[in-house]
C-alpha cells in the first residue's frame, strides 16, 4: 500500500438566490411555520428558479469559485466526480457537462449516485485515486436540483429540499500526516421501498401514465428513514472514532448531513457529541442532498484550523450512509 494520503486543499459552494421561505410554502400547502420547524429545523432552502439552468449549473458555480481560491486553472485537474440524484439528464454524466462549462479539458469525469451519501462516497472514491499514486488534482463535486424532483402539492416532502451544490479539491497531503484518514461506507437495500423515485428509470421508463402518477417525483416514508438515518449515522460514527481510538473530546467538528435537526440532535447525543461541536445550517438550505455536507465545511472553513479532526456523516435513500474522518489540511 502506497503511503499518501488525500488530503481536502479547497472548498466551495454555492446556493442560488432564490429563497423559498415556510411562509411561501404556506401558500401552496397545508402546511405552517412552526410545524416545519419543530419536526426538521427548516426555516428556508434555496431554489434554481431558472428553468434552462440544472444541476451542473450549481455545480459550475461550486467548481468555477473553487479553481479560482486555489489558484488551480482547469486544465489541470485530472478527475471530476460528481455525486447527486439530480442529473441533468440520464446520460451524459452531470460531471462531464460541468468540466465542459468549466474548460477542465484534461480530466475524465464520471458521476456517482448514493443519494444523501454521495458526496461523501465520491470523496472516498476521489482520495483513492490519489492514495494510489495515480492522480494528483480530483474534483469531487455534489450537486443537487432538489426543486426538479419534488411535487410541490405534497407537504411531506416539498417542505425538506433545497438546491445547491459543492465542490472540493483533493491533492496529495503535503505533510503526509492530514488528510482523509479512515472512512465506514455501508448500504441497505431494504431502505429502498421508503425513499425512491419509481418511474424515469429502467424499470418505469416516462410515459404519459407514470407522469399523470406523479411518478417522477420523490416518494418517501419518513417515519422509517428517520429512524435508520439516526442508528445508522450514530452507528457509523462510533465505529470510526473506535477505529482511531477518538473520543468526543479529540474531535473537533462534527459535519452531518443536514436532512432533518432533529435527526442531528440525535445523532450527537448518541455519540456524546456538544451541540456545539455540530454543524448545523439546515434552518437556511434544507435537505440539499449531495450538497449539504460541502455547503457546511465551506460555511466553516474559517474556522477549521490545520490538524482538526472533523468527521463528516451522512445517510440517504437506499439506504446508503457513512461517516469519513478528515484531519484537516490547512
Ligand atoms: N405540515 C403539516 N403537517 C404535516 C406535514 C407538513 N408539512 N407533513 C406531514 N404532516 C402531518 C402528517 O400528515 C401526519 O399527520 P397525521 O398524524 O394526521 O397522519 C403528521 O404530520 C405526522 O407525520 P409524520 O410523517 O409521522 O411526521 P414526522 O415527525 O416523521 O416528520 C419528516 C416527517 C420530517 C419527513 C421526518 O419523518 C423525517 O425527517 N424523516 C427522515 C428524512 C430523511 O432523513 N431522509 C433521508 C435523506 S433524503 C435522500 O436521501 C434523498
Redesign the pocket.
Known amino acids: 500500500m502506497s503511503n499518501i494520503r488525500a488530503a481536502i486543499t479547497g472548498i466551495h459552494a454555492y446556493a442560488p438566490e432564490y429563497v423559498l421561505s415556510n411562509a411561501e410554502l404556506e401558500k401552496m400547502?397545508?402546511?405552517?411555520d412552526e410545524?416545519?420547524v419543530s419536526?426538521?429545523g427548516i426555516k428556508e432552502r434555496r431554489i434554481l428558479k431558472d428553468p434552462a439552468l440544472a444541476a451542473s449549473d450549481l455545480g459550475v458555480e461550486a467548481v468555477k469559485g473553487l479553481l479560482e481560491k486555489t489558484g488551480t486553472s482547469p486544465e489541470e485537474i485530472e478527475v471530476v466526480i460528481c455525486a447527486t440524484?439530480t442529473p441533468d439528464m440520464m446520460f451524459p454524466d452531470t460531471a462531464n457537462l460541468i468540466a465542459f462549462k468549466t474548460g477542465m479539458k484534461n480530466a475524465f469525469t464520471f458521476d456517482l449516485s448514493a443519494?444523501?451519501s454521495g458526496f461523501l462516497f465520491a470523496l472516498n472514491t476521489g482520495a483513492k485515486y490519489i492514495e494510489s499514486g495515480t492522480y494528483k488534482k480530483v474534483l469531487i463535486v455534489g450537486a443537487d436540483k432538489m426543486s426538479a424532483i419534488v411535487d410541490y402539492t405534497d407537504?411531506?416532502?416539498c417542505?425538506?429540499f433545497g438546491d445547491g451544490a459543492g465542490a472540493v479539491l483533493l491533492e496529495p497531503s503535503k505533510d503526509g500526516e492530514t488528510g482523509i484518514m479512515d472512512a465506514v461506507l455501508k448500504s441497505d437495500g431494504v431502505g429502498a421501498v421508503n425513499?425512491y423515485q419509481r418511474a424515469g428509470g429502467s424499470l418505469n421508463p416516462a410515459t404519459h401514465a407514470t407522469v399523470d402518477a406523479k411518478e417522477h417525483y420523490?416518494t418517501?416514508n419518513?417515519?422509517p428513514?428517520?429512524k435508520a438515518?439516526v442508528s445508522g449515522m450514530a452507528g457509523v460514527v462510533k465505529e470510526v472514532m473506535k477505529r482511531n481510538n477518538l473520543s468526543a473530546d479529540d474531535v473537533a467538528w462534527v459535519t452531518p448531513?443536514q436532512?432533518?435537526l432533529?435527526?442531528i440532535e440525535s445523532v450527537a447525543s448518541m455519540a456524546d457529541f456538544p451541540m456545539d461541536k455540530v454543524m448545523v445550517n439546515i434552518h437556511k438550505y434544507g435537505?440539499t442532498?449531495a450538497a449539504t455536507i460541502p455547503l457546511c465545511l465551506w460555511e466553516w472553513e474559517n474556522q477549521l484550523k490545520k490538524g482538526d479532526n472533523v468527521i463528516l456523516t451522512a445517510?440517504?435513500?437506499g439506504y446508503t450512509w457513512g461517516a469519513i474522518l478528515v484531519k484537516w489540511a490547512y
Do not use: E, K, P, Y
Request: with cysteine; net charge positive; charged share 15%.
Open positions: 400547502v397545508d402546511t405552517n410545524w416545519i419536526r426538521t440524484v443519494a444523501c407537504r411531506s416532502t417542505i425538506l425513499l420523490i418517501q419518513g417515519r428513514v428517520f438515518a448531513h436532512a432533518n432533529r435527526i435537505n442532498t445517510f440517504g435513500g
